[in-house]
T-cell receptor, first 114, second 116 residues
Framework: AQSVTQLDSQVPVFEEAPVELRCNYS??????LFWYVQYPNQGLQLLLKYLSGSTLVESINGFEAEFNKSQTSFHLRKPSVHISDTAEYFC????????????FGQGTELSVKP | KAGVTQTPRYLIKTRGQQVTLSCSPISGHRSVSWYQQTPGQGLQFLFEYFSETQRNKGNFPGRFSGRQFSNSRSEMNVSTLELGDSALYLC???????????????FGPGTRLTVT
């Protein structure tokens, strides 16, 4: 079985400050890792993914996440946030043998203030 | 390419009724997954269909069922609605073929179901 824990339910931060959203997972099998973002009243959008290779992955809008296998973590970071980054962020895993299934964390609400 | 579309966007039903939700995947995607999102339970996986067959299933009661058609469009049905079924139901499609592949899922805007 798999589970995903997002350690912070809400993260308030000022504009241009750095931010880290923490994600830990537990799984008896290998997993693929994802971060999704959900803006108010919208569906989920893929932010970035780790499938294999380099453990540091980046998105086009400045977010990055690092896969740490020993700590079973996949924390999301951004060096300088914008007001437009205000949204809910979900960490998810997909088991190697169940590729069409995503197990999500409870979400972290990022609130960027001017 | 057009994204994942879901119809209807909003539904209001009465307890005990049944409901059918529809999802059209991105062209060429053969895998369709369904999720339930509620404030209390978060995002939970319902099931995945691939080539008209249910390939993976979450931990939901048998009142929740689905099917997939030959054009990859999928429907989800909930029978004997309960108040607790009020949720945002999200559909996602993927280009994944075999379970061992790592492919992202693309989500539709969801159907907001309210049960009164």
């Amino acid at each position: 079985a798999q589970s995903v824990t997002q350690l912070d339910s809400q993260v308030p931060v000022f504009e241009e400050a750095p931010v880290e959203l923490r994600c830990n997972y537990s799984s008896s099998v290998s997993v693929y890792l994802f971060w999704y973002v959900q803006y108010p009243n919208q569906g989920l959008q893929l932010l970035l993914k780790y499938l294999s290779g380099s453990t540091l992955v980046e998105s086009i809008n400045g977010f990055e996440a690092e896969f740490n296998k020993s700590q079973t973590s996949f924390h999301l970071r951004k060096p300088s946030v914008h007001i437009s980054d205000t949204a809910e962020y979900f960490c998810a895993v997909s088991p190697y043998n169940q590729g069409g299934k995503l197990i999500f964390g409870q979400g972290t609400e990022l609130s960027v203030k001017p | 390419k057009a994204g994942v579309t879901q119809t209807p966007r909003y539904l209001i039903k009465t307890r005990g009724q049944q409901v059918t939700l529809s999802c059209s995947p991105i062209s060429g995607h053969r895998s369709v997954s369904w999720y339930q999102q509620t404030p209390g339970q978060g995002l939970q996986f319902l099931f995945e269909y691939f080539s008209e067959t249910q390939r993976n299933k979450g931990n939901f009661p048998g009142r929740f069922s689905g099917r997939q058609f030959s054009n990859s469009r999928s429907e989800m049905n909930v029978s004997t609605l309960e108040l607790g079924d009020s949720a945002l139901y999200l559909c996602a499609s993927s280009s994944i073929v075999t379970s061992g592949q790592g492919h992202e899922q693309y989500f539709g805007p969801g159907t907001r179901l309210t049960v009164t």
